[in-house]
């Protein structure tokens, strides 16, 4: 816009005075960054309509009122790196590459004082690279990278500020400066493990490390901030803190096999370390636990999960101990015992070199079982929409269940298909494209998917309340019962040898007979169609009928209601229609007689009348 577009502009709208700079600096060719449309070019302003006339990234030719684009819109200076990356491509693209601190510099030295806030600098720079998968993992690079320079301060937040000094300060005196203004027994263990990489690479700062020695170890020893993990991890930097500095370290309270003395706090203790001092920890408890050191760590393989289970497994290998992996492997499998991360790294691991003779014998119809249980298992815990790993590669390596299967008969791949129907961890439609694969190699399969259908098809005909009755112990059995088992089982499995253990018996015994209970109702409540028993005449004996009779041999009346499959009241004389004595009157009209025999007993039953249950209650 030239000044006198602006200048008309501002007699129509004198409350844009005050914008009047930014509504000049609108010119042609200036780059923008607009709130909504994003970064785009100016290219003229059109003076018949008022508007100016903008290139938006998809949205070409884009008119937009200068007046509204006071407040929704940046005109960017020519040294912006948004814009200098259109006119100078090749410099801005050697930054990003090589020369990542500068183009941060370049980025402040727009900001007034040179400073602004973390958020901007990342919403810029992604911009400026242009992929956000290839942004996260540049700035993550890129991070380490301004931590060390001494041109720009690095927030410990992400809420903080990235600052452009107006004097280069080192990262060491940086650090040195914040370690003695903190108090934080935490903060001085970070800082101390940083400054212990610094002093690795520059062995000139070592004088200045001796007081960063004597807090860090009164920290350690006197701090009641520490967890357990964080206090191991403090000891360590101490430690080795000390080595650099040729102090002994024999004398430092706490000693480090102290730090792993409580045998059961070591699972949380691991899991809470950072990974990178995992196989660290597991030494340690090897030399703090010389007599028991390889049962402690099957038991922490056994509760392991992700790069923990690797470095654990590699640490028994590295001991000698591969047979008794997959020994180990074996009975958990066979006690139910094998847990959903250690079952997805062995399946994870079935085709590599280094885990082969350790895994490939566990890729069996069997391992398969194990990992529905546990998918089964998890999916009885999860209150959220958290997705289960185990359950996600099962569907996603699609080679995984023809090498499970591999060693199958017709009659194990139907067991374990009908298992995997009944699942709770997978949806119905994942469930079809796993069974699926189960079909392609055992055709057999499919009469599961049909009787299915068949048994769908074969409604069964409920009462509103007896199907609230059936929902309500669902409920109880998911969400309560089968839980408590599980916990039982867990519980009782910890005392010890399985053969021997009555408690561990009977709770897979009550195990068997939930499971069984949830999956009949699961399949009746998918066949359950709720009645109001309205829809019945009195021409024939129906599903809501009232039924008087006479009992030819004795001579006597009774009078039978027939109801839903659920519906049995003995001494009211309520029925199901699914029970042999409902089963043989449906469909017969007065005056026709019914043959029973039950247990060994004939009866010879005249209909007298029929009534509809509906019309009795809501007479009554």
């Known amino acids: 816009m030239n000044e006198e577009a ?3 502009l501002i007699t129509r709208k004198p409350e844009l005075k005050p914008a009047q700079a930014k509504l000049e600096s609108m010119q042609p060719g200036s780059y ?62 050697a930054m990003v590459s090589k020369q990542q601190a500068d183009l941060v510099v370049e980025l402040l030295k727009q900001y007034p004082n040179g400073a602004t806030s973390a958020i901007e600098v990342e919403s810029i720079l992604t911009q400026v690279i242009g992929d956000v998968a ?18 720009i301060a690095v927030p410990p937040r992400k809420t903080g500020m990235y600052v452009l000094r107006e004097d280069p300060v080192s990262i060491e005196d940086e650090l040195l400066e914040e370690y003695a203004q903190t108090q934080s027994a935490k903060r001085r263990v970070a800082i101390s493990d940083k400054l212990l990489e610094i002093v690795q690479e520059k062995p000139e700062i070592k004088e200045q490390l001796a007081v960063v020695l004597h807090g860090l170890a009164t920290a350690v020893k006197e701090s009641n901030q520490l967890t357990p993990a964080e206090k191991l991890k403090g000891a360590w930097v101490r430690n080795d803190l000390a080595t650099i500095l040729e102090v002994d370290f024999t004398e430092f309270e706490p000693v480090l096999s102290d730090l792993v003395s409580d045998v059961k706090g070591l699972d949380l203790l691991l899991k809470e370390l950072a990974t990178n001092l995992q196989t660290r920890a597991l030494k340690l408890i090897k030399e703090a636990h010389p007599a028991d050191w390889k049962d ?11 790069k923990f289970t690797t470095d654990t497994v590699n640490f028994l290998l590295e001991n000698g101990f591969e047979e008794d992996i997959l020994e180990t492997f074996e009975r958990w499998q066979t006690e139910q015992n094998l847990k959903e991360p250690v079952l997805l790294w062995i399946v994870k691991n079935r085709n590599s070199r280094k885990y082969g003779n350790l895994v490939r014998p566990m890729i069996s119809p069997r391992l398969l079982n194990a990992i529905f249980f546990a998918i089964d298992y998890e999916a009885l815990q999860i209150v959220t ?18 090498d499970l299967l591999a060693e199958a008969d017709s009659e194990t791949a139907r067991d374990l298909a009908n298992n995997l129907l009944l699942n709770q961890g997978f949806e119905e439609l994942t469930k079809k494209s796993l069974l699926a694969r ?8 499919q009469s599961l998917l049909e009787t299915g259908e068949e048994t769908r098809a074969t409604a069964l005909i409920v009462s509103r309340e007896s199907y609230d009755n059936a929902v309500a112990e669902y409920d109880d059995l998911v969400s309560k019962q089968i839980p408590e088992n599980s916990k039982a089982i867990g519980v009782a499995r910890e005392h010890g ?9 009977m709770a897979k015994q009550d195990q068997g007979l939930l499971l069984a209970r949830r999956n009949k109702l699961e399949m009746d409540l998918q066949r359950s169609k709720i009645s109001d028993f309205s829809e019945i005449g009195t021409e024939n004996v129906g599903i809501g009928s009232i039924v008087k009779l006479l009992d030819e041999k004795s001579n006597r009346e009774i009078t039978y209601t027939i109801l839903g499959a659920w519906d049995s009241e003995p001494d009211a004389q309520i029925i199901s229609y699914k029970t042999p004595l409902g089963k043989a009157m449906l469909g017969k009209t007065p005056g026709e007689e019914v043959e029973l025999h039950i247990e060994g007993v004939d009866s010879m039953l005249k209909i007298i009348s029929i009534e509809r249950y509906v019309d009795v209650v809501a007479s009554s």
């Open 385 to 402: 929409s958290r997705r289960i790993p185990l359950a996600d590669i099962l569907s996603e390596d699609k080679e995984l269940i023809p």
């Open 32 to 93: 923008c960054i607009h709130q909504s449309w994003g970064f785009g070019q100016i290219k003229k302003y059109d003076d018949a309509s008022a508007k100016l006339i903008i290139d938006f990234e998809g949205k070409e030719g884009h008119r937009m009122d200068p007046g509204f684009c006071v407040a929704t819109m940046q005109v960017l200076p020519p040294e912006h790196l948004l814009a200098r990356k259109e006119t100078e491509p090749e410099a801005i693209e």
């Open 134 to 151: 290839k942004f996260k993992k540049w700035w993550t690079a890129t991070k380490k990278i301004l931590a060390k320079d001494p041109r």
């Open 497 to 505: 040898d399985l053969k021997e253990n009555s408690e561990y018996k």
């Open 6 to 8: 602006v200048l008309e």
């Open 438 to 445: 189960f079909i392609k190699i055992f055709p057999a399969v």
């Open 296 to 306: 402690i760590s099957f038991s922490l393989l056994k509760s392991s999960s992700g």
